[in-house]
């Protein structure tokens, strides 16, 4: 059986009807943490799923202490 679905939007030229598949799994959340300092991006961190309030933790406590540190 196929996974995918018909999906109901997409851009075609004007006359022409559009026909595409889409994947019927849903994609898995990437979310990024980083600081901002003197207009650069510091102490970059991405996360698979959803970040709570343990996983801004970690980061605040291993990567931005961490540049700080240096400085």
Known sequence: MDER?????GYAPVGERFYDLKSG???G???MI???RD????APFTIEGSCNR???EVWLE???TSV???D
């Open 39 to 42: 207009q650069e991006m510091i």
């Open 34 to 36: 980083a600081g901002y």
């Open 29 to 31: 959340r990437v979310n």
């Open 54 to 56: 343990s996983v801004f």
């Open 68 to 70: 700080r540190d240096k």
């Open 62 to 64: 291993t990567y931005l």
């Open 25 to 27: 799994r849903r994609q």
């Open 5 to 9: 679905d018909h999906y109901g939007y």
